[in-house]
C-alpha cells in the first residue's frame, strides 16, 4: 500500500487537513499523488473562502472571539476585568517564590534592569487584589486575559507567548471553595464550548496541590484554592478560588486541532489560515 510521503502529510496539515485524513493508503504511487492533488485544491480553496470572511468582516479570528465570550461570560458572574503590565519586576516573581534556582525561573525572558517578560499573571493580580481589599467588601472578583511568556522546549502544546486567563475570587466561603472552583472552570469551558473535561488532582511547581481542568489527556487550567502560604508575602489573608487558563490551549480542544501553533499569535496563520497556500 502507498500512503502519502512525508512532505506531503505536512503540507496537508498545515492546510488544516484532518489527521485522519493524513494516513489514508492508496494502491499505486499514482493514486497516492493524484488523491494528495485533489485535497490540497480543496484545502487552498476552502483557506481562501476563509480568508475572504475575515476580509468582508463576517468573521474575526477565532482567539480574539473565544477572548471575548470568555470576558463576557465572568463579567456575567460578578468578576470585575483588569489590564496590567507585561513587563514584571524580579521582586514580584521573587513573591511568587520563584526566585533563581526556581524551575520556572529557566523558562523566564530576561530584560535588563531585573525585569521579565511575565510568565504568569498572579503577581500582578496579588497587587491590584491587595489594593481592591482596602476599597471594596469581599467577596471580590477579578480577572485578568493576557499575554504570558515562557521559554518551552516547543512541541505542540506550548508557545513561547500564549494568552493566559487567570481569575480570582476572595472571601468564597470556606466550605464552598472547592464547589466554586469546579463551577467556575464550568463557567469558562461552557464559554468556550468545551464539553468532556475531567478534574484533576495534581501538584503544582508555585502552589502546591492544584486542580487541572484537562481534555483528552491536555492540561487546560490549573486551579487553586487558599488561604494559602504565598498571600503572606501580600499580606493577604482570605480565602480564595483562583484558575488560570490558557486560551490557546482551550481553542485547540474547540477546533478538536492538536497544533498549538495554527491557533496561537502567528507570522504564518492568520486565524488557523496558512498564509503560504499559493
Ligand atoms: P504545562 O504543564 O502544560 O506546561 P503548566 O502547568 O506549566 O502547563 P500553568 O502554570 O498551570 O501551566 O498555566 C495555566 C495554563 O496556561 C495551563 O493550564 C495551560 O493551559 C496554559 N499554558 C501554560 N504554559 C503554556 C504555554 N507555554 N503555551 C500555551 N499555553 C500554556
Ligand atoms: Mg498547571
Aim: charged content about 30%; glycine content about 8%.
Amino acid at each position: 500500500m502507498f500512503p502519502f510521503t512525508d512532505g506531503q502529510k505536512r503540507r496537508l496539515l498545515e492546510l488544516g487537513a484532518a489527521p485522519s485524513a493524513c494516513e489514508a493508503e492508496f494502491e499505486d504511487a499514482a493514486a497516492s499523488d493524484r488523491r494528495f492533488k485533489a485535497l490540497e485544491k480543496e484545502l487552498v480553496s476552502a483557506s481562501k473562502r476563509r480568508l475572504g470572511d475575515l476580509r468582508e468582516g463576517s468573521r474575526r479570528p477565532a482567539l480574539l472571539v473565544l477572548q471575548s465570550e470568555v470576558e463576557c461570560a465572568l463579567r456575567e458572574e460578578g468578576f470585575v476585568q483588569v489590564s496590567t503590565p507585561v513587563i514584571l519586576a524580579k521582586r514580584m516573581l521573587e513573591r511568587m517564590s520563584i526566585g533563581d534556582g526556581h524551575a520556572l525561573s529557566s523558562q523566564v525572558f530576561w530584560l535588563e534592569d531585573d525585569r521579565c517578560l511575565r510568565p504568569m499573571l498572579a503577581p500582578n493580580l496579588y497587587s491590584v487584589s491587595t489594593d481592591l481589599m482596602r476599597i471594596w467588601e469581599k467577596p471580590i472578583r477579578i480577572f485578568e486575559i493576557g499575554p504570558c511568556f515562557r521559554k518551552e522546549s516547543q512541541g505542540n502544546r506550548h508557545l513561547n507567548e500564549f494568552t493566559m486567563c487567570n481569575l480570582v475570587e476572595w472571601g468564597t466561603p470556606e466550605e464552598a471553595r472547592a464547589d466554586r472552583l469546579r463551577q467556575l472552570a464550568r463557567v469558562v469551558m461552557s464559554a468556550a464550548g468545551i464539553d468532556g473535561c475531567d478534574l484533576e488532582e495534581t501538584d503544582s511547581e508555585v502552589y502546591g496541590p492544584s486542580l487541572d481542568v484537562v481534555w483528552r489527556g491536555m492540561e487546560l487550567a490549573s486551579g487553586n484554592i487558599g488561604p494559602h502560604f504565598l498571600d503572606a508575602n501580600w499580606g493577604i489573608r482570605s480565602t480564595w478560588v483562583g484558575l488560570g487558563f490558557g486560551l490557546e490551549r482551550l481553542l485547540m480542544a474547540r477546533q478538536k486541532t492538536n497544533n498549538i501553533h495554527s491557533v496561537g499569535k502567528s507570522l504564518s496563520y492568520l486565524d488557523g489560515v496558512r498564509l503560504r497556500i499559493n
